[in-house]
Structures are given as structure tokens and as C-alpha cells.
Nanobody, 114 residues
Framework: QVQFVESGGGLVQPGGSLRLSCAAS????????MGWYRQTPGKQRELVAS???????NYTDSVKGRFTISRDNAKNTVYLQMNSLKPEDTAAYYC????????WGQGTQVTVSS
């Protein structure tokens, strides 16, 4: 069972940037396609970015051109670089596998506000 610890969130002004990190442990990280998800109160968790084991990436339309997902298999870590942040990006961000999700971590809160 893979476990995840997310970090890097915070309060940022519109137009600002943040880099989220997700450290994975407990299994062979490099075998899985990974994703960053976000959730706001009262809404379902949505997948915003994913990266395959071959480093092929995919993004939901609302973050294309602003967010970049990457992974470092040697460090069992996946990253999300978020640029040109908007208030609507405010959410709790989580990482997990894309298929057969494992237990969710605590997430990291991103708040975009002036």
C-alpha cells in the first residue's frame, strides 16, 4: 500500500506561483501513473494533472499552460509547479495513483487571494 505526504501549499496572491511536493512510500513508486487532485468543500475531488510511468503528462483544461506535473522516481516524489494562480485554484491538493487509488494523505491547502 502506497502512502503519500503532500507539502508546499500556502497563501499566495493571484498571479503567484507555488510548487507542491508529494513524497510516496510503501511500494514501488515508479510502477504507477501518478496524479494531483484537488477538492473544495462540497465538491468532488477532481484530477487536475497526471503523469505516466513514461513521463507522459495530461492536464484538465482549467490548468493547462499554468501547471506542470513532474516526477523523480529516485526520490519517490511527484511535483506540481503551479504558475499564474487564480482564486479558483483555491483548494486542498492531494496526490495519489491514477488507477486503483491508495489511501489519501492529508493534502496541502492552496489559497489564492489578495
Amino acid at each position: 500500500q502506497v502512502q503519500f505526504v503532500e507539502s508546499g501549499g500556502g497563501l499566495v496572491q493571484p498571479g503567484g506561483s507555488l510548487r507542491l511536493s508529494c513524497a510516496a512510500s510503501g511500494s514501488i513508486f515508479s510502477m504507477y501513473a501518478m496524479g494531483w487532485y484537488r477538492q473544495t468543500p462540497g465538491k468532488q475531488r477532481e484530477l487536475v494533472a497526471s503523469i505516466t510511468t513514461f513521463n507522459r503528462t495530461n492536464y484538465t483544461d482549467s490548468v493547462k499552460g499554468r501547471f506542470t506535473i513532474s516526477r523523480d522516481n529516485a526520490k519517490n516524489t511527484v511535483y506540481l509547479q503551479m504558475n499564474s494562480l487564480k482564486p479558483e485554484d483555491t483548494a486542498a491538493y492531494y496526490c495519489n495513483k491514477v488507477s486503483s487509488v491508495s489511501l489519501w494523505g492529508q493534502g496541502t491547502q492552496v489559497t489564492v487571494s489578495s
